[in-house]
């Protein structure tokens, strides 16, 4: 499903310089780098960029191995216009040094596209059910650490199909009560895979990527939510279909 989220960047990106934060095995900096000026997916895993770099290949893309807290060092001097990061902070348990880097990365007016599962969504109360979570967001919560480092900020939100919807909640046990999902941090790996053999089971067949769309209307159908930011002290910036506005958005000077 993050390929839709990269499809969403599209408008945004044309022309611009752009920087894939956890590009994993380099799919959606690939699709970007058809759009783009230029595309740079850096990821900490060696086996995802080296295969990333055997699968695709385009002259404006690069793929590089690079902890995200290392992104400062080795762009000095640069400014990026657009700047993706799919599904990652919410794997960080300090995902605000991510923000404030990504802000100083970024030229003025630039825009961080940013996505994270919808905690209302995956009915999680308390800690995360899935271990490599460090913590999840709501529509409120999200849109509150990004207002805290950029001007303005909008959220926007997948969802789907029934088909999509019945998908995604038997992939995040939708229906299984939190105190049960939270053993899943202590259960072991190989009774783990067993479980999820069982899941690929009862998936619903033949799903693509016209089940999912992109919605202003946050709800608990939303699977997952996408902050589009801007960097800007301006005061308002031109209304369009692809613009954030007023309506949904939250805008303050960063100090």
């Known amino acids: 499903m993050d390929i839709k989220v990269y499809e969403y960047t599209i408008p945004y990106i044309k022309t611009k310089t752009v920087l894939d934060i956890a590009c994993g095995y380099g799919h959606g900096a690939y699709l970007m780098s058809q759009y783009a000026k230029s595309v740079t997916g850096i990821d900490i895993d060696k086996g995802c960029i080296k295969y990333a770099r055997t699968r695709y290949s385009r002259e404006n893309l690069q793929f590089k191995v690079m902890d995200i807290y290392e992104i400062p060092m080795n762009f000095l001097g640069k400014k990026i216009e657009v700047i993706t990061a799919v599904e990652i902070i919410e794997h960080l348990q300090e995902y605000h040094r991510l923000l404030s880097l990504i802000y100083d990365l970024l030229k003025d007016n630039g825009i961080l596209i940013i996505s994270t599962p919808n905690r209302i969504w995956r009915g999680v109360n308390g800690s995360p ?3 490599e979570h460090m913590q999840e967001f709501d529509v409120e919560s999200f849109k509150e650490i990004l207002s805290k480092e950029f001007e303005v900020v ?3 939100g997948i969802t789907g199909s029934e088909k999509a919807k019945k998908y995604q909640a038997i992939r ?14 202590y259960t072991p790996e190989t009774l783990k895979s067993v479980v999820r053999k069982y899941i690929t089971t009862r998936l619903p067949e033949n799903l693509t990527l016209h089940d999912y769309f992109i919605t202003e209307e946050i709800n608990s159908d939303c699977f997952t939510l996408i902050g589009i930011c801007r960097k800007t002290h301006k005061p308002e910036i031109n209304k369009g279909p692809h613009d954030m506005t007023e309506n949904n958005s939250y805008k303050r000077h960063r100090s």
């Open 129 to 131: 059910w899935n271990p």
């Open 154 to 156: 909008r959220i926007m």
């Open 172 to 185: 995040t046990g939708r229906k299984i009560p939190s105190s049960l999902k939270k053993l899943w941090r």
